[in-house]
């Protein structure tokens, strides 16, 4: 099948990350032990090399040409002569653990964890072996062999800082909180002046709902370093998530579902009503609550209590009292205030944030799809970008920004509000103007979108990129002439481009000039012989005019090894399997295709069509009317035919 219509156009953060630098670190430290030079200040302690290291002649002659080819960068050469030397002194651990050093240089990890393994059962509590046998486990994904590797490591020489991380990291990722709880719990013991311990411990408590635990452990951290600002903001947090952890209260005589809400929630409203109600289901009136009953009262940020309040305010507070550009502090603080309803003390943050927004703009942007829209937290990145603006009305960054949110979310009225709102000198002008024609097109007002694309064209007249898009909207627009002129403009600009040739194929095809399409596609897979795009058009072109049909079975068989999970270029090949009259091999084929591309009309019809030609006109009835409920409005009168035709030559219903 070919696609007409195709245009080319994450709380464990915080411990992967630590994981991945802590396994850096690990990696170049002891390759730089290995490797005899001096460990840099603050890296993982490891146990000193004998500076006096007995080597044969033939071993030391192959030792000393591996050191040479090594400098001079051959380390292909330098693992040779570094083998034989191991081969002529195999006792000698210092050697073996020189080839571990080269055939890691050379990412060969299997071979270099083999000859460490060696090394370890000579020298089972070599820390250093120890450490790389594990560090190599986990690059091949050996996540319980790695483990154990560093838990052997910290039962004989315990003052390895990073080997806690990696084994807490290592049971967070396998579900084992408890025991990543213990392995932070025996760091804060081993170094209790260290803050770090102490606030993994703390998140992982505050994943666990241990509250206090957490709350005391974080405040350890602002003892040990009080300048820190993480551990406030997992405060922060912590407050918020005990403050809207699920309750349960016995009904008092007196009670009712208002007066509760009131002491809980300090408001009353139906949306609440209703989520009390679905979490106690038992209830069959929770209007009417009697004395003696439970009532489970789910949590809120708005049910954070006076003190809750205060202790989060204070928090954010700190912050910005220390350090006065934190954004994100002004910024959930903003959000915090609106929470708990105190929209005045939020719309000051944010207005006044939004009015220095001119030399802090970019860091702002940053902070927002960072810390928010990255997070899933869209709603709230909108509250703010809404606030920001009644400070910065002018501001082109807020209103890209929010011109993005709302097309994501499916508001196009308002995307397009804000997008026009971009000024002409912004860096994101083009890309707002282009996103603005994208949406005009999409809510059927395409002369707006016309003129967009025509005045983008005026100022960039040579840009391949914006003819591509421009000349993809005339073709949707069935404006194929128009189309086709942008297409070659581009291709003036930029001979190569795959898909304006694609695309000017395309319209070849949709005007009905084969040849100039089958010439078109030769060209591109002259250019790229591994365009799957263009071998599948060139072989259905083929078999849809019946011709060369070998050529297009081999084309297209081409395309589905570089593919093979594509439903319409599966669909091709049982489209020449068709008008080679091999009918059950094509059904195979096009029953496949829909499985990978479902509910596509082109598909189904070309199902049918296969299942008419095989005899089953029952199964071809049932495919037909499938397609024409998913086809477009100009393909339903060819399909209706296909049905009548059906229903009038045999006696289905």
């Known amino acids: 099948m070919l696609i007409l219509n195709h245009t080319s156009t994450n709380n464990k953060d915080t411990f992967s990350d630590l994981f991945i630098i802590n396994v850096l670190a690990l990696v170049i430290t002891t390759l730089l032990v290995f490797g005899c030079t001096t460990l840099p200040s603050g890296q993982i302690n490891m146990p000193e090399e004998n500076p006096t290291v007995s080597i044969g002649d033939n071993a030391y002659f192959n030792f000393m040409r591996s050191e040479i080819e090594s400098r001079d960068g051959d380390i292909a050469q330098a693992t040779d002569y570094m083998k034989k030397a191991v081969a002529d002194q195999p006792e000698s651990i210092f050697l073996k653990k020189e080839l571990v050093y080269l055939y890691l240089q050379n990412s060969d990890t299997e071979k270099a964890l083999a000859t460490i393994e060696d090394i370890l059962t000579e020298t089972p509590e070599d820390i250093g072996s120890l450490i790389i046998a594990g560090t190599i486990q986990k690059e091949l994904g050996r996540d319980k062999e790695a483990a154990s590797e560093f838990e052997k490591v910290l039962s004989l020489k315990p003052d390895q800082e990073k080997i806690y991380h990696i084994l807490g990291e290592y049971y967070l990722e396998n579900n084992a909180p408890g025991k990543a709880e213990t392995v932070y719990q025996q760091m804060t013991e081993r170094f209790p002046e260290k803050w770090e311990g102490f606030f993994f411990l703390g998140k992982i408590q505050a994943q666990q709902k241990k509250f206090a635990a957490a709350e005391k452990n974080f405040r350890h951290c602002l003892e040990l370093e009080k300048t820190l600002v993480s551990p406030r903001f997992e405060l922060i947090e912590l407050y918020q998530q005990e403050s809207a952890a699920d309750i349960e209260v ?194 059927e007002q395409p002369q707006k979108a016309q003129a967009i694309f025509d005045q983008l064209l005026e100022v960039e007249s040579d840009n391949a990129e914006l003819l591509l898009y421009a000349g993809s909207f005339l073709e949707r627009q069935e404006q194929y002439e128009q189309a086709e002129a942008l297409y070659l403009r581009g291709i003036e600009v930029e001979p190569e481009n795959m898909d304006l040739l694609f695309r000017l194929g395309v319209v070849y095809d949709k005007t009905g000039r084969k040849e100039a399409v089958i010439k078109q596609m030769k060209n591109i897979i002259k250019i790229a012989p591994d365009n799957a795009n263009a071998l599948n058009y060139l072989g259905y072109t083929y078999a849809d005019m019946g011709i060369e049909l070998d050529e297009a079975q081999s084309l297209i068989e081409k395309a589905l090894r570089i593919e093979p999970d594509n439903g319409y270029i599966t669909d091709s090949l049982g489209w020449v399997y068709y008008q080679k009259g091999e009918f059950e091999k094509a059904i195979e084929l096009l029953t496949r295709a829909l499985q990978l591309s479902p509910n596509d009309p082109i598909l189904l019809e070309h199902l049918g069509d296969a299942y008419k030609k095989n005899g089953n006109l029952e199964k071809a009835l049932e495919t037909y009317r499938q397609s024409l409920e998913f086809a477009p409005e100009k393909d339903k009168e060819k399909i209706q035919n296909k049905i009548n035709q059906i229903l009038q030559s045999a006696d289905i219903q």
């Open 250 to 443: 016995t009904v008092k005589s007196g009670d009712t579902l208002f007066s509760l809400c009131q002491t809980h929630y300090q408001r009353y409203s139906d949306e609440l009503v209703k989520k009390i109600s679905a979490a106690n289901p038992e209830i069959e009136d929770i209007s009417a609550l009697k004395s003696g009953q439970k009532l489970i009262l789910p949590g809120s940020t708005q049910s954070c209590d006076s003190a809750c309040r205060q202790k989060v305010v204070d928090l954010y507070n700190s912050i910005l009292n220390d350090y006065p550009e934190n954004y994100r502090a002004v910024m959930e603080l903003a959000l915090f205030y609106y929470s708990v309803g105190e929209q005045q003390q939020a719309d000051d943050l944010l207005i006044g944030l939004g009015r220095k927004s001119d030399k802090i703009s970019q860091q702002i942007m940053q902070y927002i799809s960072q810390i928010f829209i990255s997070r899933q937290r869209v709603d709230d990145a909108r509250t703010i970008l809404v606030g920001l603006l009644r400070g910065a009305p002018e501001n082109s960054d807020f209103h890209y920004l929010l011109g993005v949110i709302e097309d994501k979310q499916q508001k196009p009225a308002k995307a397009i509000q804000h997008f026009s709102k971009i000024s002409a000198d912004s860096t994101f002008y083009s890309t707002a103007r282009l996103q603005m024609a994208f949406l005009y097109e999409e809510t």
